[in-house]
């Protein structure tokens, strides 16, 4: 319940294109928000920015599994749970 109630609290940002795109996640991984600088939209190159949204938020989510291993094997003393992580 603890480590739940730490994990929501959470936030994470990622960042792409030199981070002229962030998305910041909970611990839970819900999306809370995007930030898109105005010099990644390109009309002319939408696919892009796209790539860079999905960057973003795959480099949030990647940050929110290292910081729930990183609790778990504090709360575990570094044991492994075999199909946690």
Do not use: H, W, Y
């Amino acid at each position: 319940e603890q480590m739940q109630q730490r994990m929501t609290a959470l936030k994470v940002e990622g960042s792409a294109g030199g981070g002229m795109v962030k998305a910041t996640m909970n611990g839970s991984k819900e999306l809370l928000g995007i930030t898109i600088d105005k010099e990644a939209v390109d009309p002319n190159d939408v696919e892009m920015l796209q790539d860079l949204v999905v960057a973003a938020v795959n480099e949030a989510s990647r940050k929110v599994d290292e910081e729930m291993a990183s609790s778990v094997g504090a709360m575990t003393g570094g044991m492994k749970i075999p199909g946690l992580f």
